[in-house]
């Protein structure tokens, strides 16, 4: 069974602009969840969707904000980006219908570097 | 809130010797706990699971951990260290009675070196 795969693995964009992430979860997995890491902040968690509703969401600014598809992929949109928002940004799968006690499989995360 | 403390963010030992990281939880329910290893430019990988079964989990790559309630502990340890055992390694509890229920919070990290 493929494992999560994220789009791009490394990006590099200027102060302001906007950029979009994408996830693919494991097959029939129907959660995917999104964390962002920082060497000051850790691993901290962004949001999560099931079945193409956002269900639980962290303690970030409305910059940033995700979607998910039918097919469970999922993307994240980060908006008038800042030199703060550099960071590994994670996506997590897993076939939790409800209530946190089944495992998240990570994906290899994708490299944001804002300049 | 529940939350999750790694003791130490860099521990060194030398090839063959006893890995032991440390983690405490605090949470007021039954916690779902894990154990996660990150190789440089790598996503996480889960080593183990904690979920009330045992309180002797096993991983994989030889790691276990032995969660004790009264201690609010959750180590990890290998009895015997492997060069390939060098990354950070984080902790996690599932956070079921926050605004985010479902969803991991984590440790600070452990930075595990391994000596020849």
């Known amino acids: 069974k493929a494992g999560v795969t994220q789009t791009p693995r490394y990006l590099i964009k200027t102060r302001g602009q906007q950029v979009t992430l994408s996830c693919s979860p494991i097959?029939?997995?129907?959660?995917v969840s999104w964390y962002q890491q920082t060497p000051g902040q850790g691993l901290q968690f962004l949001f999560e969707y099931f079945s193409e509703t956002q269900r639980n969401k962290g303690n970030f600014p409305g910059r940033f904000s995700g979607r998910q598809f039918s097919n469970s992929r999922s993307e994240m949109n980060v908006s008038t980006l800042e030199l703060g928002d550099s960071a590994l940004y994670l996506c997590?799968?897993?076939?939790?219908?409800?209530?946190?006690?089944?495992?998240?499989?990570f994906g290899p995360g994708t490299r944001l570097t804002v300049l | 809130a529940q939350s999750v403390t790694q003791l130490g963010s860099h521990v060194s030992v030398s090839e063959g010797a006893l890995v032991l990281l440390r983690c405490n939880y605090s949470s007021s329910v039954p916690p779902y706990l894990f154990w996660y290893v990150q190789y440089p430019n790598q996503g996480l990988q889960l080593l183990l699971k904690y979920t009330s079964a045992a309180t002797l989990v096993k991983g994989i790559n030889g790691f276990e951990a032995e969660f004790k309630k009264s201690e609010t502990s959750f180590h990890l340890t290998k009895p015997s260290a492997h060069m390939s055992d060098a990354a950070e390694y984080f902790c996690?509890?599932?956070?079921?009675?926050?605004?985010?229920?479902?969803?991991?919070?984590f440790g600070k990290g452990t930075k595990l070196s391994v000596k020849p």
């Open positions: 097959s029939g997995h129907r959660s």
């Open positions: 997590a799968s897993s076939s939790e219908t409800s209530g946190g006690t089944d495992t998240q499989y």
């Open positions: 996690a509890v599932s956070d079921l009675v926050g605004g985010s229920q479902g969803n991991l919070i």
